[in-house]
Structures are given as structure tokens and as C-alpha cells.
Nanobody, 125 residues
Framework: VQLQASGGGLVQAGGSLSLACAAS???????MAWFRQAPGKEREFVAA???????YMTDSVKGRFTISRDNAKNTVSLQMNSLNPEDTAVYYC?????????????????????WGQGTQVTVSS
């Protein structure tokens, strides 16, 4: 399975961006997630969604970001609103297979097998 991320860019604080990630194959019952990595920092969990659409967000993006997926199209999206400079990072989509449609996603990047190439999000103050 290959993941292709798109949609990053430069935006002013308070603005919005939408990221998209397309998978080349199907991972039935998969978990799909977004992580981000700022310069000099470890890759951190942002959001994840399981097969039946239950979502999990890190506290710093709750109320501002929304993750969604289309299982028929093998895509996952991240709508980011009210962006601030602390959101600046390279954003990665990730996926892992799961034994259950209801699996609670892992927040550890090391648990994800498939990764997109990363897309830069820069928020200016």
C-alpha cells in the first residue's frame, strides 16, 4: 500500500488548510492517521480515524481540526481551521491494518506501517 499526501501550503494565522491522502490499495478495517513533525521535534500524533469513522484527536487540535475518511475511495482528509504558528510542521498520513473495525487507534507513530511522503504546512503569524 502506498500513501500520497497533498494539500499543504502557507497560510496566515487564523486561516484554514485541507490535507488529503490517497491510498493505492485497500486496507480493510484499517486505521488511518495524521502525524506531524516540526524541526527538531519528534513526530507527534495529530488525529486518527478507524474503519467505522470514530475519530481521535490530540488535545491541541480539538475543535479546530477534523479528520474524515472515504472507505470506498481509500482516502483520508484533515480539515484544519484556526491555524496558528505552532501548527507549522511536515504533516504525514499513515495507515495500519487492524483486526477490528472498532479498534481504538494507536497514537504511537511506530505502530503504523504505511506512510505518505509528508506535506509542509507553514502558518505565519
Amino acid at each position: 500500500v502506498q500513501l500520497q499526501a497533498s494539500g499543504g501550503g502557507l497560510v496566515q494565522a487564523g486561516g484554514s488548510l485541507s490535507l488529503a491522502c490517497a491510498a493505492s490499495g485497500t486496507l480493510t478495517k484499517s486505521i488511518m492517521a495524521w502525524f506531524r513533525q516540526a524541526p527538531g521535534k519528534e513526530r507527534e500524533f495529530v488525529a486518527a480515524i478507524n474503519w467505522i469513522g470514530l475519530t481521535y484527536m490530540t488535545d491541541s487540535v480539538k475543535g479546530r481540526f477534523t479528520i474524515s475518511r472515504d472507505n470506498a475511495k481509500n482516502t483520508v482528509s484533515l480539515q484544519m481551521n484556526s491555524l496558528n504558528p505552532e501548527d507549522t510542521a511536515v504533516y504525514y498520513c499513515a495507515a495500519k491494518s487492524s483486526a477490528s473495525m472498532r479498534t481504538v487507534p494507536s497514537r504511537d507513530y511506530r505502530d503504523y506501517r504505511f506512510w505518505g511522503q509528508g506535506t509542509q504546512v507553514t502558518v505565519s503569524s
